[in-house]
């Protein structure tokens, strides 16, 4: 089992919809959840960052945890074409060291 | 405020090469981790460096090693280069090890023929 899995994709949605990506991570003691961009050919940004149960809004970008299924998402709504990207999903371990794992992330397209 | 930077941006080496890496982090960041990004693998972490003393090593083999200096830029090297060393190896930087945010420089492309 992957320390952090993300369905691969493609995810398509049309324009204006909500996008819905999904997370699960294994290791229970993760603290902390965080949701990156990357656009192609660019490096990760930074888009989310969750640490409590529940959901987190920060204008069209909604992230919920739910660490008894240990489980993250991130909803995009009214998706634009320019959300088109792959969305990594990061978790932050402190076992055998402090370190950020990586889901292999997934592609979203947003079709105009 | 200058954001983290990567040189070289591309690279070609032959198999067997060795090559170096080197971040500059953003200024006051004193953290710098690498990664290696693939299609096959995704973002996987190699290591993370922090005043000077490797804090942390992912599941990489000893022909990748990296050092940081006393002005926190850091620099990676893989020696004895295999086919399957050719990815995209970013560096990210925070201000203190354990920092939740990291900030991704632009990324070194590295093939290897």
């Known amino acids: 089992q992957k320390e952090v899995e993300q369905n691969s994709g493609p995810l398509s949605v049309p324009e204006g919809a909500i996008a819905s990506l999904n997370c699960t991570y294994s290791d229970r003691g993760s603290q902390s959840f965080f949701w990156y961009r990357q656009y192609s050919g660019k490096s990760p940004e930074l888009i989310m960052s969750?640490?409590?149960?529940g959901d987190k809004e920060d204008g069209r970008f909604t992230a919920q945890l739910n660490k008894a299924s240990q489980y993250v998402s991130l909803l995009i709504r009214d998706s634009q074409p320019s959300d088109s990207a792959t969305y990594l999903c990061a978790v932050n371990s402190n076992t055998g060291g402090f370190k950020t794992i990586f889901g292999a992330g997934t592609r979203l397209f947003v079709k105009a | 405020k200058a954001g983290v930077t990567q040189t070289p941006r591309y690279l070609i080496k032959t198999r067997g090469q060795q090559v170096t890496l080197s971040c500059s982090p953003i200024?006051?960041?004193?953290?710098v981790s690498w990664y290696q990004q693939t299609p096959g693998q995704g973002l996987q972490f190699l290591f993370e460096y922090f005043s000077e003393t490797q804090r942390n090593k992912g599941n990489f083999p000893g022909r990748f090693s990296g050092r940081q200096f006393s002005n926190s830029r850091s620099e990676m090297n893989v020696s004895t280069l295999e086919l399957g060393d050719s990815a995209l190896y970013l560096c990210?930087?925070?201000?203190?090890?354990?920092?939740?945010?990291?900030?991704f420089g632009p990324g070194t492309r590295l093939l290897v023929l």
């Open positions: 969750i640490y409590s149960n």
């Open positions: 200024s006051g960041h004193r953290s």
């Open positions: 990210a930087t925070k201000q203190v090890a354990g920092e939740e945010t990291q900030y």
